[in-house]
Nanobody
Framework: QVQLVESGGRLVQSGGSLRLSCAAS????????MGWFRQAPGKEREFVAR????????YYGDSVKGRFTISRDNAKNTVYLQMNSLKPEDTAVYYC?????????????????WGQGTQVTVSS
């Protein structure tokens, strides 16, 4: 089992940058594929990015490709989401998620564990 705690969300102006962090408990962090999702008010939870066990392979949703970067530090049990060129439509609660299967996916159903979320608000 793993517990996830996100941090780093805040209010930022359009065009700005933020780095979100997700700290995981437990000794087996490196066995979980990790993902970031987001959910805006009144909308479905949306896939943002995922990363494999070693961090060598990443995949992004079309709306963030080229602007966001996911990374992980297995020694620190942490996954990051660097967000650049932020837009008002990036405003959402951002969640990190862990897949015990070790296989990432764009589907939220693939993930077993979720953090509580961190709010990102981008002003125009």
């Amino acid at each position: 089992q793993v517990q996830l705690v996100e941090s780093g969300g805040r209010l930022v102006q359009s065009g700005g940058s933020l780095r979100l962090s997700c700290a995981a408990s437990g000794r087996t962090f490196s066995t979980y594929a990790m993902g970031w999702f987001r959910q805006a008010p009144g909308k479905e939870r949306e896939f943002v990015a995922r990363i494999n066990l070693s961090g060598a392979m990443t995949y992004y949703g079309d709306s963030v490709k080229g602007r966001f970067t996911i990374s992980r530090d297995n020694a620190k049990n942490t996954v990051y989401l660097q967000m650049n060129s932020l837009k008002p439509e990036d405003t959402a609660v951002y969640y990190c998620a862990a897949a015990s299967s070790g296989r990432g996916s764009v589907s939220k159903d693939n993930y077993d564990y979720w953090g509580q979320g961190t709010q990102v608000t981008v002003s125009s």
